[in-house]
């Protein structure tokens, strides 16, 4: 019973997976920009949550109301400075760039907030759970993130498949110079994908922090972790990179059964056999423009 | 006066000079065929008017206003659509999300998916369809109803008869008539001459970047398109 114990467990954990990479495979999706400094920026969501708790008194999720315009706000800025114009040059450019952005976001946060671990208290949440059988407890802090992860992908999906703006992203992803000769303007579509990325690892910043400890460095393994998800499930496929998620939680929880000491590995090592055997990952676009 | 105005362009692909010092006018109502032999400069024409090239040297005037260093997707609401070579229809998407797109900074104006289908009708039963698995004719068939879904004023044709069976081709010309009793102003760049020349109300005929023969069908000779065409 402790292995559907430990697939429950993983499964939720899927969803902060999700709601980490969401961004990442948007970004990707539609300007083939590799966002390195992903983690480092989910790292500011959370010490932004963080920040508004211990000054201003507000309650720990509602920081999620601040932390989605402001990150929002950062993600349009860097897009239409920095970024579009490394999207300009050759193709290293952005990769380069964008590792730059997470090293000076790195240091920055260790100048304002020193190496201590900090994170976000929520106070008995943290602990609740519901008992489901004997054997399977429901912790309510892991349903919550995992029930925004599945809304936020579900909303985002749908935003991308109705709206005009959506298929404005759309188009511009599929072919970019075609896109500006209906009039779209690519650098505000890239600045607004870049904006609900950020607003959306901004959300995932704030459940990492209120899920565990962290500091100025622990982004770099919530970027890998991002990648793999977005990798497994596909790339540009939005229900893939949830899917993805899932299947990491799932071999990161059963792993940890396994090898208490060495949880990740199976995850990896997931990971790498889904590299080996479908290079595509599980949902690839099934359309190669 | 004349709604577009190309002065003495000289466009430049790095070193390679595609087009030297073209002149053009094209006035409000008009359709004016564009033809010459492959690299003669006709699509670095279309896409210079559109604003994906830019000319190093000359004007280009749309409405009496000079366009030259306009950006393409503000081109789009001056009233300047082109259907590009090769269609370019964004394939993730379907038939009619594809035009929806060509509607996003429309203008006011007669053309909408309603009217855009009961022109085409080769694309009204294929509304759902992916564009990538559409075929060529579909493509060509909704990448012009794309351009029409902005009410543009002049309507840019790059190579309509490309790889396309000439059955479809007669049958998207056909559609040609509905656009310009619109009074929408076309552009059509075209290799298949006796196309051009059945919907054309002058033309101009291109070689290695100049222009070498103007008028209209009736007063041009077969003999003459022929040896402009051809440079011999």
Known sequence: MQWANAVVQGLL?????????????????????????HGALAIVGAYLGYVLVQKTGLPPFATIIVVIPLMAAIGWLLQSTLL?????KQALAPILVTFGLAVILQNVMLQLFTADYRSIQVGDLAGASIQITPDIAIGVFPLMTFVVGV????????????????????????????????GIDNKRIYALATAIALAIVGIAGVFIGIKTQFNAYSGDTYLIFAFEAVIIGGLGSLWGTLAGGMILGVATTVGAQLLPSSGTLLADLVFLAILVFLPTGLFPKVVNG | M???EVDSIDVFYGDFQAIYGMSLSVDEGETLAVIGANGAGKSTLLKTIAGLNSPRSGDVRFDGTSIATLPPHKRVPL???????????????????????????????????????????????????LANNASGGE???????????????????????????????QQIYASLPTITAQGTTVLVVEQDVMHALRVADRVQCLLEGRTVLEGTPSELTRDQIASAYFGI
Request: charged letters at 15%.
């Open chain 1, 151 to 182: 809304i936020v992908i579900a909303a985002l999906q749908q935003y991308l498949a109705r709206t005009k703006t959506g298929r404005a992203m759309r188009a511009t992803s599929d072919d970019r110079e075609a896109a500006t000769l209906m």
């Open chain 1, 13 to 37: 954990l899927g969803g902060l997976y999700a709601l980490l990479a969401a961004g990442l495979s948007l970004m990707f999706g539609v300007m083939r920009l590799v966002n390195l400094a």
């Open chain 2, 139 to 169: 493509q060509q068939a909704a990448a012009i109803g794309r351009a029409l879904m902005c009410n543009p004023r002049l309507l840019l044709l790059d190579e309509v008869s490309l790889g396309l069976a000439p059955v479809v081709v």
């Open chain 1, 84 to 88: 579009n114009t490394a999207l300009n």
């Open chain 2, 2 to 4: 004349a709604l577009l």
């Open chain 2, 79 to 129: 009233g300047i659509a082109l259907t590009p070579e090769g269609r370019r229809m964004f394939p993730s998407m379907t038939i009619e999300e594809n035009l929806l797109v060509g509607a996003h900074k429309a203008r006011p104006g007669p053309w909408n998916l309603e009217s855009v289908y009961a022109t085409f009708p080769l694309i009204s039963d294929r509304r759902s369809r």
